[in-house]
């Protein structure tokens, strides 16, 4: 999906090629498993501060 991004966007493009070596493309267990937790608490912010949770 960000490969089409940075095709049509080239600020996006420069600034892709500068992030994607520093994605892991196999995480372990544990990175995945922190991941997945990042996520959820991150989810549960944004519905906070948008009010979605009420």
Do not use: G
Not at 13 to 28: E, F, H, S
């Amino acid at each position: 999906m960000f490969d089409v991004l940075a095709e049509t966007n080239p600020a996006f493009a420069a600034m892709w090629q500068n992030v994607r070596p520093t994605i892991n493309p196999d995480p372990t267990l544990e990175e995945q498993t922190d991941l997945e937790q990042q996520s959820v608490h991150h989810s549960a912010e944004i519905f906070d501060d948008i009010n979605l949770n009420n």
